[in-house]
């Protein structure tokens, strides 16, 4: 039969759908996989439950059921809109210290890292290592001179002085990111840019940061929730005649000055920002485009 015939080319089509193949890797994948999904849901299970759940269901009985006996909203309201609630004004400042922390990693981070990355690449990543003391020693060592500092300038429980703190960890994890994204880009672009006689200023930020949009948006993600989540800096620097963020009253709320119920509210509340500005930017968070920036 000759190669390429009509009745050489009469073969049967392939089946659409394929009949699983069950093996004992696949299924014990499967198990590992319901196990961690499990590990890592069950304490976010826990906290719903005793949001939305009355507490003498919970928090005031010596073996409380892990399913909802009864579901209530007293507790969320309570917590939002209760006498003397701190709920929403340190909703607010966690959101303008948030948005402060992750723009300024932007825009320190940005030269930070576009001048490591015309350094050679042991000597760029020896700096960012550098930088990353600060996140390898606890924060009070930290914090305490920081606050005495600012206590001076009078800027002690100001939001900027908080946002300034945070910054000491979110920088390092912006330039990190944008190294790996500058550095990915090649070098004819810039020579390019250069010919055609773009000064420094109108190359990176005509030309390069277009394509490294990734990982920008990675690090202002990463940089706004260290600072949403970050409790030791905030706790240090907090002065009872301002209002608090979000994890330091959900932490006073579980230390006998407040109610246990209103921080677990509060908690559930805190994550829906997160889960927001996560669904607005995750179109843009593409792990190949966060390593390089231009592929080819």
């Given at each position: 039969m000759i190669v390429g015939s009509p009745a050489a080319d009469a073969r049967p089509?392939?089946?659409l759908y394929k009949r699983p193949v069950f093996t004992f890797a696949?299924?014990?994948l499967g198990v590992a996989i319901v196990v961690i999904s499990i590990f890592f849901l069950f304490p976010i299970y826990i906290i719903f439950l005793i949001a939305f759940v009355p507490t003498k269901y919970t928090l005031f009985t010596a073996l409380p059921p892990l399913y909802p006996v009864k579901l209530t909203w007293d507790n969320l309201t309570a917590g939002l809109y209760g006498a003397n609630s701190p709920f929403l004004p340190s909703m607010y400042l966690s959101l303008e210290v948030a948005f402060f922390v992750g723009f300024l990693a932007l825009a320190v981070g940005i030269p930070t890292a576009y001048g490591l990355s015309r350094l050679g690449p042991r000597l760029a990543y020896g700096?960012?290592?550098?930088?990353?003391?600060?996140?390898?020693?606890?924060?009070?060592?930290i914090a305490i001179p920081i606050s005495v500092q600012f206590i001076k300038a009078g800027l002690y429980g100001s939001w900027i002085s908080i946002g300034l703190t945070q910054e000491l960890l979110a920088l390092p994890v912006a330039v990190f990111l944008l190294l790996g994204a500058f550095q990915g880009l090649p070098r004819d672009l810039e020579n390019q840019a250069r010919v055609d006689g773009a000064g420094l200023g109108r190359t990176i930020y005509g030309?390069?940061?277009?394509?490294?949009?990734?990982?920008?948006v990675a690090a202002f993600l990463l940089s706004w929730m260290l600072s949403w989540d970050e409790s030791t800096f905030a706790l240090i620097l907090y002065n009872p005649a301002t209002s608090a963020t979000l994890?330091?009253?959900?932490?006073?709320?579980?230390?006998?000055?407040?109610?246990?119920?209103?921080?677990?509210?509060?908690?559930?509340i805190a994550t829906i920002p997160v889960i927001l500005?996560?669904?607005v930017l995750q179109r843009y968070l593409k792990g190949e485009d966060l390593a390089v920036g231009v592929r080819g």
């Open positions: 089509p392939a089946p696949n299924i014990g700096i960012t290592t550098v930088l990353f003391i600060v996140n390898m020693v606890p924060s009070i060592t030309s390069l940061i277009p394509l490294i949009v990734p990982a920008l994890p330091v009253n959900i932490f006073l709320a579980f230390t006998g000055r407040g109610i246990p119920a209103n921080g677990v509210a509060f908690s559930v500005l996560t669904v």
